[in-house]
């Protein structure tokens, strides 16, 4: 998760402690969901319980987007709703897409605003 993810979460009143520190160290991504019994906190059943406020990272899902030579993106095939439900819209993608580059820029901004604080 992002930490405006994170931030974002707990303006819900969400008092149970939901996230910790990546060890993985991904940008943008520098905290990870905990998980109950290997399942997301925010799982009841099959549903979301913070759907309209989940995180980059899930609402990408079942894609990945990385940086090599540009943006690329991969796609989780055990997911088991690849090829089932709606067709995501090129205007949704491209919105996440935004989101995700500038949540990056943010991102090395701040590790660079460090680096030069702390240098």
């Not at 090599?68 to 090829?83: H, I, L, T």
């Not at 949704?92 to 030069?116: M, W």
Request: include cysteine; hydrophobic fraction near 30%; glycine fraction near 8%.
């Amino acid at each position: 998760m992002t930490e405006s993810d994170v931030r974002r979460i707990q303006d819900l009143g969400v008092e149970t402690k939901f996230y910790r520190k990546s060890e993985m160290n991904i940008e943008p991504y520098g905290y990870e969901m905990l998980k109950k019994d290997g399942r997301c906190i925010f799982l009841s059943g099959k549903r979301c319980t913070i759907y309209e406020n989940r995180p980059l990272i899930c609402r990408f899902y079942p894609f990945t987007m990385f940086e090599a030579d540009g943006y690329m993106f991969d796609v989780d095939r055990s997911c088991e709703g690849v090829g089932e439900g709606k067709v995501v819209d090129e205007r949704y993608l491209s919105d996440l897409i935004q989101e995700a580059k500038k949540t990056i820029r943010k991102a090395r901004h701040a590790c660079l605003q460090s680096a030069v604080t702390n240098g």
